[in-house]
């Protein structure tokens, strides 16, 4: 009896001991998921920061003056720098890197308003200069965010095995929370936080292997991007909320007019983009104004109307992303110049230089 009664007190501190080693893994679990959810909302944020950066130079150097990016890529900056977005960042990686871009904002912003009043050889080869390294120095912080998120979900899967040497209880636990969390990481990846539709880095991806399968079976591909017209008014005159809500309804309305085979991204801020396979750019071109239309028409709930102009293009063979991005973007440039509210091709071969 005094042996079952000592065996049994073994069975059961063995089994507390177990249950307190998958309680804290358990509550360090969920703080993991917590603060990696965080990170990706962080690395979207500060990707956003990295191409409006890239979009500023371009824009000054196409002679096209946007002060409301500025004061947007200065509002995002200031954000982290008052701690307005919390950072899960306890070696300050990040917060170093966000100091190295602060030190390369403020001469690029000099060197813009340089060549706006002297746009000689030497101020263009300032802002080049100054744009390469403040976009060098936002890359660096968008990867110690990444990295950050990197070794956290390391340590979540260390996490995992350390549950596999316990009780089947812990073992059923972490099969659970695995799956839970690769859905959850999955979808953090690759989708929008706030509207919910895809992110520019799945949209990459998705592009890039559209583009191999049409270069390899001779298919038609088309790539549409689009912004709202105006969108800063309606931040302004409403407030961000609202400005929420008018991308969370434009994305549902534009969803619900694609087919399935298409993908819809939102890009950055107010820029979405679309890729239209088994399209050509006349075809494409039908498609936007048709969404053009339903937009124009289109009550939203806070504000009423609002407009959005598009560009498009369609793959060429010998593209790359980076080619077809810069031909929809071209378009999309024109339609805003050319009185937005409007749909814009642009079917230029090729950025190359033929050998």
Request: aromatic letters at 10%; glycine letters at 6%.
């Amino acid at each position: 009896m005094t042996a079952i009664r000592k065996r049994s007190s073994i069975l059961i501190m063995i089994v507390i001991f177990l249950l307190v080693l998958l309680g804290s893994g358990g509550f360090y679990t969920i703080y993991l998921t917590h603060t990696i959810k965080t990170d990706a909302e962080i690395t979207n944020k500060l990707g956003i920061i990295r191409g409006s950066l890239q979009r500023l130079s371009k824009l000054e150097l196409a002679g096209i003056q946007d002060d409301e990016l500025i004061q947007d890529i200065d509002l995002r900056i200031n954000e982290f720098k008052e701690n307005k977005i919390k950072l899960y960042d306890k070696k300050n990686e990040i917060q170093y890197a966000l100091g190295d871009l602060c030190g390369t904002w403020t001469p690029l912003k000099e060197s813009i308003y340089t060549y706006r009043t002297e746009q000689s050889s030497q101020s263009k080869k300032v802002l080049l200069e100054e744009s390469e390294e403040a976009w060098t120095k936002s890359n660096s912080m968008v990867m110690a965010s990444q990295l950050v998120s990197r070794n956290k979900v390391d340590k979540y899967q260390t996490s995992f095995m350390f549950f596999g040497t316990n009780l089947i209880l812990g073992v059923v636990l972490i099969f659970l929370i695995k799956r839970y969390v690769k859905d959850t990481l999955e979808h953090l990846v690759n989708y929008d936080g706030l509207t919910k539709v895809y992110n520019r880095r799945y949209f990459n991806e998705y592009l890039n292997h559209e583009m191999e399968k049409s270069e390899r079976y001779n298919k038609n591909l088309s790539l549409i991007m689009f912004d709202i017209d105006h969108f800063k008014k309606v931040n302004d005159t409403y407030g961000h909320d609202v400005g929420d809500s008018v991308l969370k309804e434009l994305s549902d309305l534009i969803q619900a007019h694609i087919r399935k085979c298409d993908i819809l991204a939102r890009i950055g801020g107010e820029e979405f983009a679309i890729i239209a396979t088994e399209t050509n750019v006349d075809n494409g071109l039908v498609f936007s104004e048709k969404l053009r239309k339903i937009v124009e028409e289109y009550d939203f709930k806070h504000i009423g109307k609002i407009t959005i102009s598009l560009g498009v293009t369609q793959f060429n063979h010998g593209d790359n992303s980076d080619l077809i991005y810069k031909r929809a973007d071209t378009a999309l440039y024109k339609a805003k110049n050319n009185g937005r509210n409007r749909s814009e091709i642009e079917i230029q071969l090729s950025y190359k230089t033929n050998s």
